[in-house]
């Protein structure tokens, strides 16, 4: 797996060459984030990626905050670890799960 190092929004992430993995966070999602007040509380990014959500959340909810990303699939799961270690967050604590009620090899979207 070739990976390559890009640069969003003051952020450097690491993703797959090639791939169509998404490296910004709509518009209407920073606005949200720019109308509440999240300073201190706890969000779950669920299907987390690369961890650029994830990322973005860890500045709304500050250092008292804490994200908590769920990323299934092993290899994106391993690159979300490296985004948040490369952007030096320690407020993100990822998992190698998916959020789901289901059980087995096959409960969700694998590329």
Known sequence: METEIVKWEGFVLKKIKEDNVSVHV??????FLDSIDIEGKSVIDGGGSIGVYALVFSYSVGNSGRVYCYEMQGVIYDLCKENIELNKRKNIVCFNLALTD????????TA
Do not use: P, R
Request: net charge negative; glycine share 14%.
């Open 102 to 109: 289901k059980t087995g090899d096959n409960i969700g979207y």
């Open 26 to 31: 709509e518009e209407n999602i920073l606005e």
